[in-house]
């Protein structure tokens, strides 16, 4: 099934704000959150699609790619199936939401007053950074790559709880199970209250009795791991390739964080890239263009033989069709550019400065502009 358009998704036009996006993602969560849609697939499906949309036009670097290429421009990246439940979109947008007590708040039912204002989430594991150089010939193809990545996985000792075999949790002793906690300050203008998060149990009510050895309470421990990465033909410098899931494991049941690998183009020794055209320059001499010449080239797909017009003049260039860089968005490629560079000899021997003297002095070697010049078109290097 193909996906919707991220901004039709949303209700906003391609110009609006971040904070139209947030508005609109906020009216859309609401309208369909599960508390006021029970047992309904299709709300469901749509609450995770507008998270979808909101994760990708929110962030500038992934709304820029997908302004440019569209849904396969982000190559894996958004993808709700990744919401494996409503917590995890909780977890990872605790910005706008706040934490739950937005949805307490508006629907104020019975998980309110079963769970109090709790967060009923865990802590999303961080994203990892990766840079990847390829070379020009691995862009214009694409090519898979394994790496080995240091991060944070799961501890399998404690079940990622963090707690100690047999230990299992407490009751919060700072805020007594509520996730909260609260500061009075007065003041000439009364009493006002300020309600935080508990930082001793980080607003879930519970802490850990003993904590796990192997992991100690943390739920997660280092691990090195082998990941292999499909890169895409067409990808361009500081392109990044989302790995799902592969950054750093969460806390007390948050959803891993993602691997991004960052495209760095390593430099050619001939080829140059301009989009997608390889730019390759190819030294030729005074006969060559004169006369004409055949030349074999090494080009991205091998050895090509090319035809060099006589009468061609320097800097002329011969395009070689479908043989430069693929798009990233289809199979067409670009072209391979073969620029005519004249090359003139510094030194020459008495035979070859004869041989040119007499060249100089024949009708199509002397213009009206250089047979005003006593030495002639060669005079300057005889």
């Known amino acids: 099934m ?17 904070e139209e996006i947030k508005t609109s993602y906020r009216k859309l969560a609401l309208k369909y959150h599960p508390d006021r849609n029970p047992d309904d697939k299709e709300a469901e499906d749509k609450f995770k699609e507008a998270a979808e949309a909101y994760e990708v036009l929110s962030d500038p670097t992934k709304r820029q790619r997908y302004d440019q290429f569209g849904h396969d421009g982000l190559r894996g990246g958004a993808d709700y199936s990744h919401f494996t439940n409503i917590n995890d979109i909780f977890s990872h947008f605790g910005d706008i939401f706040g934490g739950s007590s937005i949805f307490d708040d508006i629907f104020g039912g019975a998980s309110s007053r079963r769970q109090g204002r709790r967060r009923t989430y865990g802590e999303r594991g961080t994203d990892i950074q990766i840079k990847m150089p390829l070379t020009i010939e691995e862009i214009a193809f694409g090519v898979e790559k394994t790496i080995k990545i240091k991060r944070f996985v799961e501890c399998k000792k404690c079940n990622a709880t963090g707690a100690k075999s047999g230990s299992g949790k407490v009751t919060c002793p700072v805020c007594n199970g509520s996730g909260e906690v609260r500061q009075v300050s007065r003041s000439m203008f009364g009493q006002f209250v300020n309600i935080q998060t508990c930082q001793n149990c980080n607003g879930r009510g519970e802490v850990i009795k003993e ?15 082998t990941i292999k990465i499909s890169i895409p033909a067409g990808v361009e410098e500081n392109n990044y390739i989302p790995v799902q899931g592969k950054g750093n494991a969460g806390k007390q049941g948050g959803m891993s964080g993602d691997l991004l690998v960052i495209i760095q183009e390593k430099p050619h020794e001939v080829f140059k890239r301009i989009g997608n055209n390889v730019i390759y320059t190819l030294d030729v001499t005074f006969p060559h263009l004169v006369l004409g010449a055949e030349f074999n080239i090494e080009t991205l797909d091998g050895t090509e033989k090319i035809n060099i017009p006589a009468g061609s003049q320097p800097n ?9 860089i693929q798009n990233l968005n289809s199979n067409k490629r670009g ?15 008495a ?27 060669f005079g300057s290097f005889l």
């Not at 904590?211 to 791991?225: A, H, I, L, S, Y």
């Not at 072209?335 to 021997?349: A, D, G, R, T, Y």
């Open 2 to 18: 193909s996906k919707r358009d991220y901004y039709e998704v949303l209700g906003v036009s391609k110009s609006a704000t971040v």
């Open 316 to 324: 002329d260039t011969i395009k070689l069709a479908n043989k430069g």
């Open 351 to 377: 035979k070859e400065k004869s041989i040119i003297t007499e060249l100089s002095t024949q009708e199509n070697f002397a213009s009206p502009n250089i047979a005003k010049k006593s030495k002639g078109f």
């Open 211 to 225: 904590k796990c050895p192997e992991c100690n309470g943390d739920g997660r421990v280092p691990f090195e791991d």
């Open 335 to 349: 072209e391979f550019i073969v620029m005519l560079n004249l090359v003139i000899p510094k030194k020459i021997s």
